[in-house]
């Protein structure tokens, strides 16, 4: 079991070094840098001054030179200052990063339980209901989820004026927020967010039950005249968990992915909106401060999910040649 | 890193800032805030204030990258020695209470018992400490901080004559300095509060004497202003600002719409009946700010005055405040009716496509049997139109109307479209082979006509300037030139008439409309939002219910 943490954690390492290194060419390779951009706003074209703000910043040096520079600064801690506004970009991505963990464990917790109950729902009901239950992810996947925070903004905030339209706070709380008003405003951005991974979630749930009621131990269970809901509860449902651990990171891509949208539709103060600006503005540190957190984020999601493994499949904890 | 800033400070040196304007127009310095609420009761209320940004940089007036609309953070909490009076369209006094002027120095005499919002006392050691802190590169307190706009003021020296008075040198002797000295380079803060923080945490706990205290601010999500109760002028009516900075206007809306804010700056065209019809209230009013878009007269066939002045008869500028629903307004000149130097007698060009079509058959671009393109010489009337990404608000109708209104007459028209970060880059605009019409914005950094035309001269030419499309006459910079150097306001009113007269003449730009702030607001708690010059919501003379 060590070996395979070890193994694990070590890979995990190696993709993250692989991604920042990617991310960090790649958004060097757009056109555009930053000191065009923010120079060529304050009325600055002249281009031996840009080119002297580029070497300044040292943007001129190879990119092996850039990257190893930034990634022994990062070792320490230090991830700079924005090329922009000029704020540490620790202080900018601390801001971003409560809200966002917040946003996408609650949406995590909403996803997986509206999922698996839809997901059992359509497997074990009959009738219309199993077909309406059936047919409903495919249509909640098919239908942007920026669209989904719209309705939800109009109908739940504007309409009705039951919860507030976006943001983390309402603009009077400021830094005093009540813990009644953070859940308030956490309630329609984590709704649109869940419905993609409760959507995968529900399809993955009621297709594994399918197939596990086709086992042999089902039958012989049936056979033997064990309750319908002994089984259910005691046979079928533990091997549904299993290929939905084995997607979460599926999952978690999917919420990061959508996140950004949701963001922005409920101008959440998170990674996702701060990534959008940054990219805009071609600040490379905060991009790629930015992208450093969504892949630990990603790759801690997948050691989380290996570590399930671990707890619920004692083939992964006791493998047969050892 | 934070030398690295500072470089960018020496290296703005020498340049001449024009102003960024809604984000999509040439950038720009801004006047100081006026210092009186005129009228205007203060009230215990608060006053929650959407935008859909913040300007780049903080509320150091000093420091911002700014964009004019959204600048309200340090028009609120500083100000300068002199500010521009709009109403009477003059330099007026605020921390100075007189001045004399002499085209390369001022003398002013600072106002007494002023002091900043951290009780420390506004003097002449104050007043030095703060011109030398933008300009001077000896100066301790000038190290690592950036002052993208400090050259818009030409600082040469600051001397302290005595606790109450100073004197500035210029570098330059122009008849508009003071009213650059009105301006963010010039803004006067607390010295002891600038030593004690480091810039980048400065930035957003500035000192200054305004009528408001910044008590937190959340870059690029939320500010929070309280009043100063020591202010030395007429105290502002909103006893507590809070500004929500949301990217997306959409968001603001539903904001206004759901009661969590009084009002929001520039809702989308397409939302204005929905707020109208939650009983909001929307507000328009015309802003220094102008639309259109440039010529590029290097290059056929815009490098021809007839076939620019036939495009400028095509475009129908009318159509663009119904299409606006109000958001804009047309012009025809260099220079709008409001201001000073407007010359009345320059009649613009107003949309007539026969007058178009006639003067394109006579330059001998034909439309063929049936065809809609016109053609000469076997070739077609082709035109690239280069735009940028992230226009908002009525700036999105223009493109879309420079290219139907140029079809309907026969152009054949593509449309480039460049990222808004490239938009002044080589690889935008920059770049004149790629098209032969620039949609765009431009501004003055200062309410002075020749300031504003100063971008349309051979010394504006990219990089010194954004004079982008290469319009180049002689008589015109030399009125340009005259009237910068001439105290005679009468004579550099009458220079830059003339100088509208031969833009008219060779139009080299397409005046499109004049850009409207528009503002969504609870007429429930507020009666009446005025806006100043450059486009930002005038806090200290709202009219609350």
Same mark, same amino acid.
């Given at each position: 079991m060590g070996r395979y943490i070890a193994s694990r954690t070590g890979s995990s390492l190696l993709v993250l070094l692989g991604a920042s290194i990617i991310l960090f060419c790649t958004i060097r390779f757009v056109p555009g840098d930053p000191i065009t951009t923010v120079l060529g706003s304050a009325g600055i074209a002249n281009p031996d001054l840009v080119a002297r703000a580029i070497t300044a910043y040292g943007l001129d040096k190879p990119l092996p030179v850039q990257y190893v520079a930034w990634l022994s600064h990062v070792a320490q801690g230090d991830f700079g200052f924005? /090329?922009?506004?000029? $704020?540490r970009v620790t202080d900018i991505v601390a801001r971003r990063v409560g809200p966002s963990l917040l946003l996408g464990l609650a949406a995590s917790v909403l996803g997986l339980g509206i999922g698996l109950i839809w997901g059992i729902a359509a497997g074990y009901l009959s009738g219309a209901a199993r077909a309406v239950l059936r047919a409903a992810p495919m249509f909640v996947l098919v239908v942007p989820s920026f669209s989904v925070g719209l309705a939800l903004i109009f109908a739940f905030?504007?309409? /009705?004026? /039951?919860?507030?339209?976006?943001?983390?706070?309402?603009? /009077? $709380?400021g830094d005093h927020q009540s813990l009644a008003s953070l859940l308030t405003h956490l309630i329609l951005p984590a709704l649109a967010l869940c419905l993609v991974p409760a959507s995968l979630v529900a399809r993955l749930t009621y297709a594994t039950i399918d197939e596990v009621e086709q086992e042999e131990f089902i039958r012989t269970a049936r056979a033997l005249g064990v309750p319908a809901a002994r089984i259910a509860v005691q046979h079928s449902l533990p091997n549904v968990m299993l290929p939905i651990i084995t997607t979460g990171g599926l999952l978690v891509s999917a919420l990061i992915t959508n996140a950004v949208l949701i963001e922005t539709v409920f101008s959440w103060p998170g990674v996702g909106t701060m990534m959008v600006t940054a990219v805009q503005q071609r600040d490379y540190t905060v991009v790629q401060a930015g992208i450093l957190v969504v892949a630990v984020a990603y790759v801690l999601s997948s050691l989380a999910v290996d570590g399930l493994y671990l707890v619920v499949d004692p083939r992964v904890r006791n493998p047969p040649n050892t | 890193m934070m030398n690295l800033h500072a470089r960018v400070r020496f290296l703005g040196a020498s340049f001449v800032a024009l102003a960024v304007v809604a984000s999509c127009t040439q950038p720009s310095t801004q006047t100081g805030v006026s210092p009186s609420a005129s009228g205007a009761a203060d009230t215990n209320k608060t006053f929650v204030y959407g935008m859909p940004q913040n300007a780049v940089g903080g509320c150091d007036g000093t420091q911002i990258v700014v964009t004019v609309p959204v600048g309200n953070c340090p028009l609120l909490n500083q100000e300068a020695l002199v500010r521009y009076d709009e109403s009477r369209k003059t330099v007026a006094p605020s921390l100075a209470t007189s001045w004399t002027f002499d085209g390369t120095s001022a003398t002013f005499k600072l106002r007494p018992s002023v002091t900043f919002q951290d009780g420390t006392p506004f003097n002449a050691d104050a007043v030095v400490f703060n011109y030398r802190r933008v300009?001077?590169?000896?100066?301790?307190?000038?190290?690592?901080?950036?002052?993208?706009?400090?050259?818009t003021v030409p600082f040469k020296s600051v001397d302290k004559i005595d606790d109450m008075t100073v004197k500035v040198n210029f570098t330059t002797s122009r008849a508009d300095t003071m009213l650059l000295m009105t301006t963010y380079p010039a803004f006067i803060q607390s010295p002891t509060a600038v030593q004690k923080m480091t810039p980048a945490d400065y930035t957003f706990k500035p000192i200054g004497t305004?009528?408001?205290?910044?008590?937190?601010y959340q870059d690029a999500a939320r500010f929070e202003l309280d009043r100063n *109760?020591?202010?030395?002028?007429t105290k502002p009516p909103a006893a507590k600002v809070v500004i929500v900075i949301k990217q997306d206007a959409n968001a603001l809306v539903s904001d206004l719409l759901s009661g969590a804010i009084d009002a929001s700056l520039?809702?989308?065209?397409?939302q204005f009946d929905q707020i109208r019809n939650a009983g909001m209230t929307i507000q328009t009013s015309p802003a220094l700010v102008f639309y259109g878009a440039n010529f590029n007269?290097?290059?056929?066939?815009?490098?021809?005055t007839q076939m620019r002045q036939a495009a400028e008869y095509a475009i *129908?500028?009318?159509?663009i405040t119904t299409l606006s629903k109000g958001a804009a307004k047309p012009m025809y000149g260099?220079?709008?009716?409001?201001?000073?130097?407007?010359?009345?007698?320059?009649q613009g060009y107003k949309y007539d496509a026969k007058k178009a079509g006639d003067m394109l058959t006579a330059l001998g671009w034909v439309l063929p049997a049936g065809g809609k393109v016109r053609m000469k010489d076997g070739q077609p009337l082709h035109v690239d139109v280069i735009q940028r990404t992230g226009y908002s608000g009525a700036t999105t109708l223009l493109t879309p109307l420079i290219v139907s209104n140029l079809q309907d007459v026969g152009f054949d028209v593509k449309t480039v479209t460049v990222e808004q970060a490239l938009q002044y880059t080589p690889q935008g605009y920059?770049?004149?082979?790629?098209?032969n019409l620039a949609v765009g914005g431009w501004s003055a950094s200062i309410p002075d006509g020749g300031k504003l035309m100063e971008?349309?001269?051979?010394?504006?030419?990219v990089p010194a300037g954004f004079n982008i499309g290469k319009y180049s006459n002689p008589t015109f910079d030399q009125k340009i030139t005259d009237a910068a150097a001439s105290f005679d306001q009468a004579k550099h009113d009458q220079l830059l008439k003339e100088a509208q007269v031969i833009l008219k003449n060779e139009a080299p730009w397409l005046w499109i409309y004049q850009y409207q702030s528009v503002i969504a607001f609870n007429p429930a708690k507020i009666s009446a939002a005025p806006f100043r010059?450059?486009?930002?919501?005038d806090i200290l003379n709202l009219k609350f219910k």
């Open positions: 924005s /090329l922009v506004s000029g $704020e905030a504007v309409s /009705l004026r /039951l919860l507030p339209a976006s943001g983390l706070s309402s603009p /009077l $709380e | 300009w001077d590169p000896t100066f301790d307190a000038n190290k690592g901080v950036k002052f993208p706009l400090a050259a305004g009528p408001y205290k910044v008590t937190s *109760d020591g202010y030395w002028g520039s809702p989308a065209l397409e007269v290097t290059k056929p066939p815009f490098d021809n *129908d500028k009318e159509s260099a220079i709008v009716d409001s201001m000073r130097e407007y010359n009345p007698d320059v920059f770049d004149l082979s790629k098209w971008n349309m001269t051979t010394g504006a030419f010059l450059f486009g930002q919501l």
